[in-house]
């Protein structure tokens, strides 16, 4: 099953309204990343998170890193219509073999 | 520098024929993998290498093959073609990791249909 749990699978936002996806998993995460894929593309690499309880930003992007380095977010404040894509996380956990997982992703749909 | 480059961009087999999707880098980065895209299914790892002459298996290592001679080079080969691997292949490469996964850098994609 899948390691890396990302939620949710699909969300349609109005332009100006924000954002969040999640990445959960059961396992202490050693670090974890986040892609951006726009339709028809492919994962451009985005950020990537190490130390417990990490916050990030990039413009209206916040990324952060749980306290247990189980979970992570990713938050755009004020979508635009240039958001649009699939979101994953991925990340890498002694239990993985150090193996980098990626999560199932999440589709953002923005409406102008 | 071109990056990381996948060819061909789109390939339509038949069921049981085979074939190899070309993947080369260059940046010289010494980690190397294969990933399968399917709808709700995320990207999942089939084969990976670490370095030229070392590879290792993925989530999804079965009906596939690789071999890394070189730095520059990552081939995956499919053995026999069936429905199920109709996908999006991407190629992905980075530095070698020290603590957990590096930024990885992936191809433009092969959009592969097996009837």
């Known amino acids: 099953g899948q390691q890396v749990m990302q939620i949710p699978q699909y969300q349609h936002v109005q332009e100006g309204e924000d954002f969040t996806t999640y990445c959960n998993s059961s396992?202490?995460?050693?670090?974890i990343q986040w892609y951006k894929q726009r339709p028809g593309g492919h994962p451009v690499f985005l950020i990537q998170?190490?130390?417990?309880?990490e916050v990030k930003k990039q413009k209206r992007l916040t990324f952060q890193f749980g306290e247990a380095k189980k979970n992570s977010s990713l938050h755009i404040t004020a979508t635009q219509t240039t958001d649009v894509g699939t979101y994953f996380c991925?990340?890498?956990?002694?239990?993985?073999?150090?193996?980098?997982?990626f999560g199932a992703g999440t589709i953002l749909r923005v409406k102008s | 520098n071109a990056g990381v480059t996948q060819t061909p961009k789109f390939q339509v087999l038949k069921t049981g024929q085979s074939m190899t999707l070309q993947c080369a880098q260059d940046?010289?980065?010494?980690?190397m993998s294969w990933y399968r895209q399917d709808p709700g299914m995320g990207l999942r790892l089939i084969h990976y290498?670490?370095?030229?002459?070392?590879?290792d298996q993925g989530e999804v290592p079965n009906g596939y093959n690789v071999s890394r001679s070189t730095t520059e080079d990552f081939p995956l080969r499919l053995l026999s073609a069936a429905p199920s691997q109709t996908s999006v292949y991407f190629c992905?490469?980075?530095?070698?990791?020290?603590?957990?996964?590096?930024?990885?850098?992936f191809g433009p994609g092969t959009r592969l249909t097996v009837l």
């Open positions: 396992t202490t995460l050693s670090n």
């Open positions: 940046m010289n980065h010494e980690y």
């Open positions: 992905a490469s980075s530095y070698r990791q020290i603590y957990g996964a590096r930024e990885q850098f």
């Open positions: 998170l190490v130390k417990s309880g």
């Open positions: 290498s670490v370095g030229a002459g070392i590879t």
């Open positions: 991925a990340a890498t956990s002694m239990e993985y073999g150090n193996k980098l997982v």
